[in-house]
């Protein structure tokens, strides 16, 4: 299962080229990145290729890795999905209706969605059964 890597950075010129960095040098691609600054720090998920090696790559640029969570990652999703009115509502109404929470999503590339669900099996059912 992929791995999403939670993060803080202060929100200031240059951390997002430290982290890009740590991670290219490392040889560690960044496979969807959701950033949002407030207060002077910034709170970063990232989907990587490699968890493991990203977590040593960032920690060795001296930036900590404040929790894994293990996430779904869907196939590309639908074309009536992608760029189109209602997709995401559709799909979460279908997760609210299996009575799953989503704790976090956001959309990776190869238009494909990462999710933290309270209900990792039941969330990839009602998946596969839209798709």
């Known amino acids: 299962m992929a791995k999403d890597l939670f993060l803080s950075l202060e929100d200031k010129p240059g951390e997002a080229a430290r982290l890009g960095e740590a991670l290219g040098n490392a040889g560690v691609n960044i496979e969807g990145l959701c950033a949002m600054a407030d207060g002077g720090r910034s709170t970063v998920h990232i989907l990587v290729d490699d968890a493991a090696r990203g977590r040593t790559a960032l920690e060795g640029a001296g930036i900590t890795v ?66």
Do not use: C, H
């Open 66 to 131: 404040d929790r894994e969570t293990e996430v779904l990652v869907s196939p590309s999703l639908p074309e009536e999905w992608v760029d189109r009115p209602g997709g995401f509502g559709r799909m979460a109404r279908a997760l609210a209706d299996a009575d799953v929470n989503i704790s976090f999503a956001y959309v990776v590339s190869g238009s494909r969605l990462v999710l933290s669900t309270s209900d990792d099996a039941k969330t990839a059912e009602v998946l596969q059964a839209m798709m």
